[in-house]
Structures are given as C-alpha cells and as structure tokens.
C-alpha cells in the first residue's frame, strides 16, 4: 500500500483488486492512520489541516470504492477527483477542516469567513508561502459563506524546500482572517514527515 513517493500520480495499476483489499483492510487502514498522525495539524478551534500525499489519496481512492463499489467507471472520476491532491515535488498539499458539530454555530461561523481560503499560509523562518486553492471548485459562495471544507496547495522554491527540511529551521502555519486569526508551529515529527513530499 505504501508506494514510492517518487510516483506523483495514482494510476489503475496502483488499486488493489476489491477482493484483496477487503481482506487486509483492517491493516491497511491501521497503517495509514499511524502514517496521518503527524500529518494533521489542529489549528484554533474549529480549522485542522490533513497534509495530504501519495499515500493518504491512494487510501482515500480505495476506501471510495470499497465503499461505493463503483468499478472502472467510478475509478475514473476517484482518480479525476484525488489525484490533483497528491504533492507534485515542488508543494504540499492539505484538507482543511472547519469542524463544528452544532449546525447552527457551524453556518453562522462559516457565514463570518468566506474568502479564508485566501488567507491561509506556511512560514519558513521569514519567508511566507501563501496558501493556492484548488480550482476545481469555487469554496466561498458568492453570499460570502465558506464551504467547511477547503483544499489548498502550498508552492515552494528550492530554496524555501531547503529550509523547510533543516533542523533549525522554524515553520509555522496560519490563518490571518479578519474572524479567524490562528498560527501554529509545526513540531520536528510533522515536518520531517512533509520533507518527505518533496522531491
């Protein structure tokens, strides 16, 4: 299931035929939630972002189809939907969650922070790499409410991926809305971890 990062694309041949993956689901599943664990970053308290890879989309890509057993034709649109998600070499990818259970405070909330998804940011030591939605969908409505969930891209030069993956580099992650205002460090675990999306 873990397959060579080098790979920047899920292709057919990376599924696992339904009848195998169902009979080591359980262990699969257990292993890629051990993989996420330092690939979620909580941030205030309502945003999380997944750091998403090769690993976490070709997991999501089965689960879909275990799930909805769609075959070959729903592979295709798994694959359409998924793929932009896995980091290029040059990025990180991320889910960003806004998770608030009661409906009420949840629609009032993302009704205060539409356009969030363009203040969204990484920090390495002083250089700010500015969060890039994902095209494929508008996440602010034209009424100015946020969707709950967003998927962004982080671009990096060579050099801003250098210092990313030294030791004694500081990264931290933000939010600079004016309703949503939150920054983070990353610990050594999680960036070490996301080094690994590079190329």
Not at 67 to 96: C, M, R, S
């Amino acid at each position: 299931m873990i397959m060579p990062r080098e790979k920047r694309i899920i292709s057919k041949e990376d599924i696992m035929p339904l009848d195998i993956y169902t009979t080591q689901r359980k262990e699969l599943r257990k292993k890629i939630v051990e993989f996420k664990k330092n690939r979620r970053i909580p941030l205030g308290p309502y945003a999380t972002f997944y750091f998403e890879s090769f690993e976490t989309m070709l997991a999501q890509v089965q689960e879909m189809l275990y799930i909805e057993k769609g075959g070959d034709e729903q592979l295709k649109d798994e694959l359409l939907a998924y793929n932009p998600l896995v980091p290029n070499g040059k990025e990180l990818t991320a889910t960003l969650m806004f998770e608030i259970d009661n409906p009420i405070s949840r629609a009032a909330f993302l009704g205060k922070v539409g356009g969030i998804e363009e203040k969204v940011y990484l920090k390495v030591n002083d250089a700010i790499i500015k969060a890039v939605p994902e095209e494929d969908v508008d996440r602010t409505s034209a009424e100015g409410k946020a969707s709950s969930v967003q998927f962004i891209h982080f671009h990096f030069n060579d050099e801003q991926i250098q210092n990313f993956k030294k030791k004694s580099s500081m990264v931290e992650i933000g939010i600079d809305h004016s309703q949503y205002s939150h920054s983070t460090k990353l610990n050594s675990e999680t960036i070490k971890s996301l080094s690994a999306d590079f190329i």
